[in-house]
């Protein structure tokens, strides 16, 4: 927990000899007071290629730029590397669209972190296919959008709330036990940005009712999962997962009482991790900087 | 998770043959459908003798008694084994007083598994020392009831407190991170009835900053702890415990905000079973039926 | 742990009215001290028949009966509930025969729980396909059959393995990572008595090389899961489950690694629970009576 | 798990800027190939001085030096930034000196992890104070010293087990379930080289039966604790720790069976992490790179 401004670059490469020397002499050129790095090499995959992924966060005032002006300076360095990479200012907060059903573990839970700015966030608004939250969600201050979905009307449903997103800025959406399947037309317009609790432990019991799978199947332990939402149900890169023990004597009812306890945590941990800039998604997977 | 009206009854007595066999016997002579049985021995104190425990759960319209019918009727029963015990109602629900102060993780989490009925109790109101969580409170439709506390006017306070959960007719008073330390009168007043979650593993870091106290011996695991509150700061009978990894990385203020997400679960865990009839005391310490 | 002798009866039929009055009164009637009772109700199942679970240890000198006797005074009971039921004298050593390869980690495990007595089993020989652990074994005193399986001899080595487990009059057969599929008829020779170890959290990662397709998938945590073995490779009741967490540094090897930690706790846990009867069979599920 | 050999190199010095720069400049100045890198900037103390911590794994074939010549040639680099450094070599395997007492559990656990090589070290011997586990011990091929420790020889007692470490040429020395207190003076002569597992969750439960005082205190959980062992008892910097949840109905025999489990994972993982210079002292807590 840094209090003082800070930026954050994450990039990836194709690992070679120098990588670290070059970012880190960057930085130390320009007298920049490096907060916290991490670092990760894949090994190569089948064609050979191992890739490289580091994570910096740089105290904003012991440099002498402003972000863009660090941003020009450091492309070359990135250019060099053949860098993806993002940099970031912890000044400017995060915009985050949430999407929920009638469920409410998972919005008290994120507004919680969010008033007491453990999630330091704006949320611009929250969309629901539901009524039910709305006064609660008013009363924080937070504009509410109802935004019925059908079996008839999903194409509209689902471009109201691409508008919704894009008028609100959202960096962005996390789906709080939402309930619906978003479009593969909404996902591909928002990858990478789309954050979904799942309540099993994937790929164990996909798609619906995954407790009452978990009850026939008889495990003695129970999980949820947060993920990026793909075109595919359930089969997006896993941020992050949690388990708790049941027995016997639990009922369908139980687990999904235990249930909520960690799809609220794992959730809220994934969507940190995320908004922190440490979740870098590789093909179908994840590197999550501790 | 019975949605039928059902009674509970909890009794310990001085272990010898042939008390589950009188217990039951009862309920099967009465056509009495037991829908959950537990039970306990504890071994022999130094002093020889063995205790047992029990829980049952009895479909209400199963037997043909009332509340008050059936606790006659059992009595003679109870009577034979020297028992303590006790038979509560599924119907009446249970009253809950929650005390807390600036911290809202837990308060947001109870009033959450409030709302959608997952804790079925009722909530006289909410005490605080702080004006902080009004609005959300009374949001909620619950009263809110400040009381200030200060090195000068705590037995005024104290005496509010206890006048406030007496009106209330509360089966329980839930220190919800409430941040004061009670008086043993209040404490004394109150016996198996006040529920605390304290923010270590207990023994480990008993008192004030307990974070800090972690912090400083370097554990790799950080916990929190529920138990009743005793005359003993945090000393009395432990209800539940949890811990989550940290490591060198996380400052105090990490391990703070990893904590809530513990606490909150745990105070919930342990009040649930509380109210459930779950916990039994025995000296210093519990049983908790699953 | 109970240091004296004592039976326990295991047993499940229809869920109805006085099933423990009768099952604890046969025990007070006769003098009998019950050191543990536990109990489970299934709730109806789609035909509407609800099943009964039961277990007890009751002291063997408190009762006026041998195990024949005790059986046989017991009957008239059973029959009046329509029980499936068994009494086992803890006097009587369970006779475990374990199956490996050429892993070592399970099989160090379990010899060191039952050198310490930790398990009070008998060990009447170990088999394996490999020579790999002959020395190892045999220096414990036990002896070892290596029983080569080849594509073309699966029907010989087979029914050399049941020859094996029969003459050894084994109560069960162990697979601690023994790495062969065990044939349909072996399966049915000794159902309910062959415990396996799988290297995934069931039902994900079925079949071979468990942690490659974690790898491939991205999990967050890997498992590991005790189960009975049926015909369907993999399907069977799950015994005992846990996990590990895992991160994306982990490489296939590290997950190996980490994972034996967890196979070969959750298989002695397993185990144990089916040796001391804590494990009834209920459909393709488990009741584990902790 | 890198099977080419590799130099590692861990060094902590005052933070400031430049230090990542310097020293990963000098590897890619060489031409090394870093295979693994962390960091870490613990917060400046009350003296306002922070330390910087850092891991580096190198391939060794990369760099065109032998050790000796890697060390002088990063010499003036560490001094500049006046570093506390050390570089090993994967070749070289580190020599374990393992001290028991008559609880096999944890021996068990190692040799099966050195038999597999999962532990590439070499064990020049065992001590213990009794003569329980020399046959089991000398099958594997490893000399056996029986040092008898009573309240009358431990002077010469732990000056023979010093001379045989000094002998042996060990890098460390596993208490693994040791059960005698060392002398200050051999603690002094080993300083962060001998490595302890106790059967507690520290700082509680502190000394001689742990598992009664948690029995006592009626806590929720019981763990072990992997440290490095100091002149005070049982309070030398943590290494690792872990939990498992008991109940009530486990008696002090339950959690010694259930703790053995715990202690012989802690301990292997916290010695693995040692091993691979994972671990890095800081006063009286420890940086463990993952």
């Known amino acids: 927990m840094h209090r003082e401004r800070f930026y954050t670059l994450t ?18 050129q320009h007298g920049g007071w490096i907060l916290e790095t991490t ?20 105290k904003a005032d012991s440099l002498p730029f402003d972000l863009d002006g660090l941003r020009a300076a450091f492309k070359p360095v990135a250019d060099e590397f053949n860098m993806t990479w993002k940099i970031s200012d912890s000044a400017k907060r995060k915009r985050v669209v949430i999407l929920v059903s009638k469920q409410e573990h998972c919005l008290y839970d994120l507004l919680a972190r969010w ?19 709305r006064g609660f969600v008013e009363w924080h201050g937070i504009p509410f ?16 709330i691409s508008e919704l997103c894009t008028e609100a800025q959202a960096d962005v959406m996390v789906l709080a036990r939402y309930m619906q399947i978003l ?24 798609g619906a009712k995954p407790y009452h799978q ?32 049941i027995d016997h004597s639990d009922s ?5 009482r235990y ?32």
Not at 39 to 46: A, G, Y
């Open 115 to 133: 008033q007491s700015k453990e999630l330091d966030i704006d949320i611009p608004c929250i969309i629901s296919n539901h009524e039910t939250l």
């Open 39 to 58: 670092l990760h090499s894949e090994p190569p995959n089948d064609e050979g290629i191992a890739a490289y992924f580091m994570r910096l966060e740089i």
């Open 252 to 256: 369908v009812e139980d687990m999904v």
């Open 11 to 28: 990039a990836s490469c194709p690992d070679r000899v120098g990588i670290v020397a070059a970012v880190s002499g960057f930085f130390a």
């Open 145 to 160: 959008h109802h935004v019925p979905v059908t079996p008839d009307n999903k194409v509209q449903a689902y471009a109201r």
């Open 214 to 245: 978990a009850w026939e199947r008889g495990v003695k332990l129970i999980g949820a999962t947060c993920h990026y939402v793909t075109a595919d149900l359930d089969q997006g890169p896993i941020i992050e997962q949690d388990v708790i023990r």
């Open 183 to 206: 479009s593969p037309e909404l996902c591909a317009q928002f990858p990478g940005r789309i954050i979904n609790i799942h309540h099993s432990f994937l790929p164990s019991f996909v």
């Open 259 to 290: 249930g909520k306890d960690i799809e609220k945590t794992v959730l809220a941990r994934g969507l940190r991790n995320h908004l922190e800039g440490r979740v870098l998604i590789h093909g179908n997977k994840t590197i999550v900087f501790r």
